[in-house]
């Protein structure tokens, strides 16, 4: 099984620019997370999708959008990326009522 | 939102030594994970606590739930250096959402 699967694993834009953050987990989930992780700041919530079709806004929504494309399946768009962006991007799923979650191996985004 | 306090931020220690990660908060969590993320990768979860009191064993990891279930702790014993890593608790907050702490970044020499 690979879990979840996260695309590209580098990236640098130029302000301004656009790119789309692809997720995907063979684990039959229903939930997945989009969070970034910045040092000394923890894992913050961008988006999060509780099943398919839906999505909500976490802690850290401005500036990102998502796609739940299906079940396996979620992106994360940065419309006009900002300096602020640069960050590591993880996305995660869970499948249990106490909220485990399995991490993908993250986006390293900088952005110029 | 539900802050989670991880204290301390850093600790360095000798293999063999044990150690102790704090995560607290003044809110009530339904449950408490704790996660290890090594660089390079994304956090990979130890454990999850449920009831207030309780205590779980990994190995030569001991994780406990506190009574009011607001705050965790993490010992290990004897460490190793394959222990180092960055160690991060989270509380579920709502319905599959979780709140992360900071963490506490660990590092164990030889």
């Known amino acids: 099984n690979a879990g979840v699967t996260q695309t590209p694993k580098f990236q640098v834009l130029k302000t301004g620019q656009s790119m789309t953050l692809q997720c995907a987990q063979d684990?039959?989930?229903?939930?997945m997370y989009w969070y970034r992780q910045d040092p000394g700041m923890g894992l913050r919530l961008i988006y999060y999708?509780?099943?398919?079709?839906?999505?909500d806004k976490g802690e850290v929504p401005n500036g990102y959008n998502v796609s739940r494309l299906n079940k396996r399946e979620f992106s994360l768009r940065l419309e006009s990326a900002a300096p602020s962006q640069t960050s590591v991007y993880f996305c995660?799923?869970?499948?249990?009522?106490?909220?485990?979650?399995?991490f993908g191996p993250g986006t390293r985004l900088t952005v110029t | 939102t539900q802050l989670l306090e991880q204290s301390p931020q850093f600790l360095s220690i000798q293999e063999g030594e044990n150690l102790t990660v704090y995560c607290n908060s003044s809110?009530?969590?339904?449950?408490l994970q704790w996660y290890r993320q090594e660089p390079g990768e994304g956090p990979v979860l130890l454990v999850t606590?449920?009831?207030?009191?309780e205590v779980k064993k990994l190995k030569r990891l001991t994780f406990q739930f506190g009574d009011a279930r607001k705050d965790s702790s993490l010992h290990i014993t004897a460490a190793q250096p394959g222990d180092t890593g960055l160690y991060l608790c989270?509380?579920?907050?709502?319905?599959?959402?979780?709140?992360f702490g900071a963490g506490t970044q660990v590092v164990v020499t030889p």
């Open positions: 995660a799923s869970s499948g249990q009522m106490l909220g485990e979650q399995y």
């Open positions: 684990m039959n989930h229903n939930s």
């Open positions: 999708s509780a099943s398919e079709g839906t999505t």
């Open positions: 809110s009530v969590f339904s449950s």
């Open positions: 606590v449920v009831t207030g009191g």
């Open positions: 989270a509380g579920g907050v709502s319905w599959g959402k979780l709140q």
